[in-house]
């Protein structure tokens, strides 16, 4: 429902009609909604906020099935089941990754373990948000 008000507000903002010179969205707006269709479009849009990932599972969740996820990948490509992945096991697990053995390979004993690896991606998700913070972005 929010989705069609949003998407025929922006329609509705476009059409010829707006005051030269005006805000072609919010002149558009007033111009071709009536009172009561903006009315619902502002409860539409102070009922959206707190909804807004109401159809999606909450972060925690999403980051234990990635991390599943992940773990499967992980066993999938230990092809001799030592819980280790050499560089060849390695690039099948990821491929465009396959540069960065070496790095995540910390104790450079040739293989990289699943505390590499999760050391490895937990580095690079704080210096994303470092990024992020130092630009003035929302963490996320």
Known sequence: MFLRHCVLAVLFAL????AAGASPVTDGLEATLSGEDRSQLRRDLDAWGPDLYRDHPPRGERLRRAGEALRERFR???ADGDQALDRKEFAQFA???TRHFD???ANHDGQVDPD???QTVRERI???V???L???QPRR
Do not use: K
């Open 15 to 18: 059409l010829p009609g707006a």
């Open 103 to 105: 790095a995540i390979d």
């Open 116 to 118: 590499e690896l999760r």
């Open 130 to 132: 470092e990024r992020r």
């Open 134 to 136: 130092e630009n003035g």
């Open 76 to 78: 999938e490509a230990d």
């Open 95 to 97: 491929p465009r990754q």
């Open 126 to 128: 704080e210096r994303r």
